[in-house]
């Protein structure tokens, strides 16, 4: 009965040390990872304002073509807004889905007014008059996204 008792806390006491260093390894090797967690967090608390440029695309005076020539401008204007988009300078684009003089919204990110207005006026519909750009200073969290 002795021996059978010494055997058992042999067993408890083997067991026991080894379930410590398995702690010890997965605390050791979690640790990094942990504190790579820690600063995800620190940094997902970080809000930076930027500036971008609201445009607000109305209806403009010009607007006796015919159906095949707006065909023409609404597929150049696309191909404007895709490059904007691509160079970095167009971060959201899209119609505004009620009638009325709105027509859609961009928002631009430029370094200044003047660029902003620049890269407006290359639009397609914007150089004939079909639309006008309203262009006004917006602020909102650096690299904000739509959810």
């Known amino acids: ?3 059978i008792l010494a055997l058992l806390i042999v067993v408890i006491l083997c067991s026991n ?4 260093k398995t702690i010890e390894e997965e605390r050791k090797a979690s640790g ?6 820690e600063k995800e967090k620190k940094e997902e608390k970080k809000w930076e304002m930027k500036q ?3 445009v607000l695309l109305k209806r ?14 609404q597929k150049a204007h696309i191909a404007n807004i895709e490059r904007l988009y691509n160079e970095g300078k167009m ?5 505004i889905g009620a009638e009325g003089d709105l027509r859609g919204i961009f ?11 620049a ?4 639009d397609p519909m914007i150089k004939i008059g079909r639309l006008v750009a309203e262009i006004y200073p917006w602020w909102a969290g650096k690299g904000s996204i739509l959810r």
């Open 32 to 37: 990094p990872l942990l504190l790579l967690k």
């Open 1 to 3: 009965m002795k021996k």
């Open 52 to 54: 971008y440029f609201l």
């Open 119 to 122: 890269l407006c006026d290359s």
């Open 60 to 73: 403009g005076p010009v607007r006796d073509q015919d159906s095949i020539e707006v065909e023409k401008l």
């Open 91 to 95: 971060d959201i684009a899209g119609p």
């Open 107 to 117: 928002i631009i990110n430029a370094a200044s007014f003047e660029e902003a207005k």
């Open 17 to 20: 040390a080894q379930d410590k």
